[in-house]
Every structure is written in structure tokens, then in C-alpha cells.
């Protein structure tokens, strides 16, 4: 019959802290990744908000000052 050898567990609490470890870096990565994704996605939305707010105001621009020239005439 085969002994266990119990010397063996003695590093199994200091493997149990580097899982948990590698988990939490892990997780922290996750989050950065998701928080920098979130921004980039925003900053591009907030672009395309005033890209479309500026041609707003450049047609109605252009409206009114055909509106003026046509009452000139």
C-alpha cells in the first residue's frame, strides 16, 4: 500500500494565494479594458453629436441667409 505524502500540501496555501492573486490581476485587467472601450466609444459618439450639431447649424445658417437675400430682392 502506497503512503501519501503529506509534505506536499505544505506549499498548497501559498499556491492558493497566487490563484488568487493571478484572479484578481486578471480581473482588474478585464475592468481596465471595458473602462478604456467605454471611453473610446463615448468620445467617438460625442464627435459624431458635434459633427452633426455643427451641420445643423451651418444649414440653418444658409436658410436664413437665403431667406435675407430673397427678401431683398
Known amino acids: 500500500m502506497h503512503e501519501f505524502n503529506w509534505r ?3 506549499n498548497f496555501p501559498v499556491l492558493l494565494y497566487i490563484l488568487a492573486a493571478k484572479t484578481l490581476l486578471l480581473c482588474l485587467g478585464f475592468a481596465a479594458t471595458k473602462m478604456y472601450q ?3 466609444a463615448e468620445a467617438a459618439l460625442k464627435k459624431q453629436q458635434e459633427q452633426k450639431r455643427l451641420a445643423a447649424a451651418a444649414t440653418a445658417e444658409h436658410e436664413e441667409k437665403a431667406d ?3 427678401k431683398e430682392d
Open 8 to 10: 506536499a500540501l505544505d
Open 38 to 40: 467605454s471611453r473610446k
Open 68 to 70: 435675407t437675400d430673397k
